[in-house]
């Protein structure tokens, strides 16, 4: 096992608040633990708040970064795992956005012990579309595509890049303040990233969560349509869905409000 | 348009359809408000078709997955967005890569202007592919550098290297380094009598086994014919001793006729003062302690 100090300076650690119950956020691709800076406040009144940063993102220590590890979403989930046994945390609700949610799953499964329960911002568990079954909202064309115009805009990623994706018709003051504090990102982490979360499949593993679940799902997400959200919700063994008439795939930046109390009475009900 | 003087023409904007690229004008709502020329010469659209209708008619996916997250952002901080490479559609329903600038008005109006990169792309693409390849021999050369071909372990000069770093680093810590020689017992009578293959399969299973002896921040090499370097980082006197008696254990599990093969071990300790040399010296005489004392032992430097 890992020694308490070297997971924190690895995944950039930082527990805040007090209360019985800890809450750990798992952010998702594109961002860092600053995206949560929106419901944190309210969250910390109540419990004890674990946030980081996965290898490779945010002011994670980019040096421990493993290329053939983090090329699947499982080396991930062991982050949040390495860091709830370093921290002697259990019994935790994991709050994932995205791909963090599909990562929380994973931990989830892998140590089910150190979990109590888990809330889902925007999750898809295959973003692809596998016809005629299932439907993730891209061609694998496309998803190539994606990848490809990320090597092609390489210098790009270190400017600005609204957490994926913000919805563009949310105001432009929210979409510039969000924008604002954008994470550098490495390209090449970027990429092995985004290769692991767009053509990843898991749809599999959704029966395997024993733990109760809340989804939050947008009305309208570029990347994922509200039938996922339906789709994952019937896969589930445990869980209810709750959609919010919103625009984009950051409910938690766009619609902090919207989501801080269904959050809170999921977590205490527990 | 040739009763036109140059100034009229100008005026009446004909200009902007002669120039050899793109030219188009959104809304904030994604609307396209004005698009040249270009569109219908080029591109195969029907302009008035084009007019009214959104953005996403012209971007594919991926583009529009790039408009949300990185050009609104940068069109807000910056007002205006430089060489981004995107893929756009043309009236055929064909993907063009093109280079797009764009420039944000106080109106909230978007000019973009973008030229073909077909040929840029494919350069663009050679370095990519170039850069992955020479990468990934990177790794596999530097793997060759560090490696022992037969066991896996780390050779000799890469555990020299390490040992150099790791004795720094003791200097600033409150533990000590360990080093540790391991010597198989009798290992010429085994390649004599066995054959080398034997005894190449000794050295590999014993490498296999000392490679997963140790924690993450130790370091095991094949240092010799028959001969390995355990370095302990960070470890104390009973700490080495512990993990001695479980090297024997361990390597008493590899057989060769029935019998188990033994080792010798010389351990030292240093709280960093002592040079490398200095310790693989005491290693090696503590090595030799241990065989003289009749083998299959650990004998500590002293």
């Known amino acids: ?270 | 348009m040739t009763d036109l003087s140059d100034e009229e023409a100008v005026q009446k904007a004909y200009l902007v359809d002669s120039f050899p690229c793109g030219a188009f004008v959104t809304n904030q709502a994604k609307t396209i408000l004005y698009a040249n020329a270009y569109f219908s010469d080029t591109l195969h659209w029907d302009i008035n078709q084009l007019l009214g209708s959104s953005l996403d008619t012209l971007f594919t996916l991926s583009s529009k997955i790039f408009y949300e997250s990185y050009v609104v952002p940068t069109l807000l901080h910056q007002n205006q967005l430089d060489e981004m490479q995107l893929i756009i559609m043309n009236g055929k329903q064909e993907r063009l890569p093109v280079t797009l600038n764009a420039r944000f008005d106080q109106n909230g109006l978007i000019y973009w202007t973008f030229f073909d990169a077909t040929k840029r792309d494919k350069l663009y693409q050679e370095l990519i592919s170039s850069r992955e390849q020479l990468q990934a021999q990177a790794q596999k050369l530097s793997a060759l550098a560090t490696t022992d071909e037969l066991t896996g372990l780390l050779n000799r000069r890469e555990i020299n290297r390490i040992a150099e770093i790791a004795i720094e680093q003791t200097k600033r810590s409150q533990n000590q380094i360990v080093l540790m020689m391991v010597d198989i017992d009798f290992f010429k009578n085994i390649n004599d009598t066995w054959g080398h293959q034997e005894g190449d399969r000794v050295l590999k299973e014993l490498g296999a086994l000392l490679n997963k002896s140790g924690r993450k921040t130790d370091y095991v090499a094949r240092f010799g014919g028959e001969e390995f370097l355990i370095i302990l980082s960070d470890s104390n006197k009973a700490e080495a001793e512990l993990f001695a008696k479980r090297l024997h254990t361990l390597i008493a599990t590899v057989i060769v006729n029935q019998l188990s093969v033994t080792a010798s071990i010389g351990v030292t300790l240093s709280d960093g003062q002592k040079s490398y040399e200095t310790l693989c010296h005491e290693a090696d005489t503590a090595l030799y302690e241990a065989k003289d004392n009749g083998r299959n032992q650990t004998h500590f430097y002293a």
């Open chain 1, 1 to 270: 096992m890992l020694l308490k100090s070297e997971v924190v300076k690895r995944n950039n650690v930082n527990v805040i608040g007090s209360g019985e119950k800890t809450v750990l956020l798992a952010h998702g691709f594109g961002c860092d633990q600053n995206m949560w800076r929106f419901i944190v406040p309210e969250l910390s009144k109540h419990y004890r708040i674990v946030l980081f940063d996965f290898v490779g993102s945010g002011q994670s220590d980019v040096s421990q970064y493993d290329i053939q590890k983090y090329s699947s979403l499982e080396g991930y989930a062991q982050d949040i795992v390495d860091v709830l046994d370093a921290l002697e945390f259990e019994d935790v609700t994991v709050v994932g956005h995205s791909v963090g949610s599909i990562i929380a799953l994973l931990a989830c499964i892998k140590r089910p012990e150190l979990f109590s329960n888990v809330a889902m911002v925007c999750p898809s568990p295959c973003f692809l579309n596998l016809p005629p079954d299932y439907f993730g909202g891209f061609a694998k064309e496309d998803l190539e595509e994606l990848l490809n115009l990320m090597d092609k805009n390489y210098i790009g990623w270190a400017e600005y890049l609204a957490p994926l994706v913000m919805g563009v018709n949310n105001q432009s003051a929210l979409i510039g303040e969000l924008s604002d504090s954008f994470c550098s990102t490495d390209p090449i982490v970027a990429k092995n990233f985004a290769k692991a979360t767009f053509f990843s499949d898991y749809r599999g593993s959704l029966k395997a969560l024993t733990h109760d679940t809340l989804i939050f799902q947008s009305k309208h997400d570029s990347l994922a349509a509200t039938t996922i959200g339906e789709f994952m919700d019937s896969e589930l063994p445990s869980s209810s869905l709750k959609v919010i008439d919103a625009e984009g795939h950051c409910l938690h930046m766009t619609h902090p409000n919207e989501i801080i109390n269904p959050l809170i009475k999921f977590i205490t009900n527990d």
